[in-house]
């Protein structure tokens, strides 16, 4: 019975997920609720001066280069990054409009490279999670044809059990943390809106 409860619990959250891609045609390995947004606008975080003549020129710069992976680092706190922001800039001097833009094309670069990065990644597993899914329900009528067998042999139907409940535990583990990095991607996208902004503000 145990075996059947669990079974049916990965079979049904197995069939929600699908429900979820069959959302957006486009993305049908996507396994988040939230719309998949294949990469950060730019006209969406930054209002400040055209970035054409920095593009990757940040990564030039030891300190720019220094800062931006601290910045982007999820480990560091908002509140702390946005103060090292106004530090930076307020050092700056003459040269802050051009570390400003600096600055900001290397946090646009790196956000949105870390988020490709956790996107992907959702999409490999959410593949690995279909599969699994399949080959749930395949043992599942092995499992019941095993049970319905005359004479019944025990130890396989022990075996196959125990390898079932085993599969369900590491697909339902696999789904909660699909849940959780399903946030991921809205929260490197709010940093970078955040940062984009403390950076046009100390501009000003």
């Not at 969406?44 to 003549?53: E, K, N, Q, T």
């Not at 600096?102 to 990644?121: H, K, W």
């Not at 959410?126 to 004479?151: F, H, M, N, V, Y």
Request: a positive charge; aromatic letters at 6%; hydrophobic letters at 45%.
């Amino acid at each position: 019975m145990k075996v059947r409860t669990v079974t049916m619990a990965v079979l049904a959250l197995a069939a929600a997920s699908t429900a979820a891609r069959a959302a957006d045609p486009r993305y049908p390995d996507w396994p988040c609720t939230q719309a998949k947004v294949p990469e950060i606008s730019l006209a969406a975080v930054w209002a400040g001066p055209a970035l054409d003549d920095v593009q990757t020129k940040w990564k030039d710069d030891a300190r720019i280069s220094a800062l931006v992976s601290k910045l982007s680092a999820r480990k560091t706190p908002l509140d702390e990054a946005e103060k090292s922001v106004k530090e930076f800039l307020a050092g700056s001097a003459a040269d802050k409009t051009a570390n400003a833009k600096l600055l900001f094309a290397g946090l646009f670069d790196t956000l949105n490279a870390q988020r490709s990065q956790v996107m992907n990644g959702l999409e490999r597993v959410s593949r690995k999670q279909r599969d699994a899914a399949d080959k749930i329900r395949d043992e599942t009528i092995q499992l019941q044809a095993l049970q319905g067998a005359t004479p019944r042999d025990e130890a396989k139907v022990e075996a196959l059990s125990n390898e079932l409940v085993w599969k369900t535990r590491i697909f339902e583990d696999r789904h909660k943390v699909v849940r959780f990095v399903c946030e991921v991607p809205t929260a490197i996208d709010q940093r970078l809106f955040a940062l984009g902004r403390v950076i046009q503000q100390e501009m000003e």
